[in-house]
Nanobody
Framework: QVQVAESGGGLVQDGGSLRLSCAAS????????MGWFRQAPGKEREFVAA????????YYAEPVKGRFTISRDNAKNTAYLQMNSLKPEDTAVYYC????????????????????WGQGTQVTVSS
């Protein structure tokens, strides 16, 4: 079993920045690919970004490319989502998720591929 917990959400103005953290525990974090997803009110959950367990491969959704950066520190069992140039449409509950992979370059945007999910952290961007 792996547990993940998000932190770092909050209220920020249009154009501002936030860094979300996802702390993992329970197993060898360094063999788990990580993903970030978000869900806005009245909308379905959508993919934001993903990173392989080695950190060598990343993947972003089009709306966040060039503004968000996913990274990880395996020594700290933590993944991060740096969010810059935030827009009101980025307002959502952000979730991190993880899944084991033997492939050091594996990452995926498919939510069904992830086995463990956090409770989410609210990000609100005011205009």
């Amino acid at each position: 079993q792996v547990q993940v917990a998000e932190s770092g959400g909050g209220l920020v103005q249009d154009g501002g920045s936030l860094r979300l953290s996802c702390a993992a525990s329970g197993r060898t974090f360094s063999r788990y690919a990580m993903g970030w997803f978000r869900q806005a009110p009245g909308k379905e959950r959508e993919f934001v970004a993903a990173i392989s367990w080695s950190g060598s491969s990343t993947y972003y959704a089009e709306p966040v490319k060039g503004r968000f950066t996913i990274s990880r520190d395996n020594a700290k069992n933590t993944a991060y989502l740096q969010m810059n140039s935030l827009k009101p449409e980025d307002t959502a509950v952000y979730y991190c998720a993880t899944t084991y992979s033997s492939d050091s370059a594996y990452n995926t945007a498919r939510s069904r591929a992830y086995d463990y999910w956090g409770q989410g952290t609210q990000v609100t961007v005011s205009s």
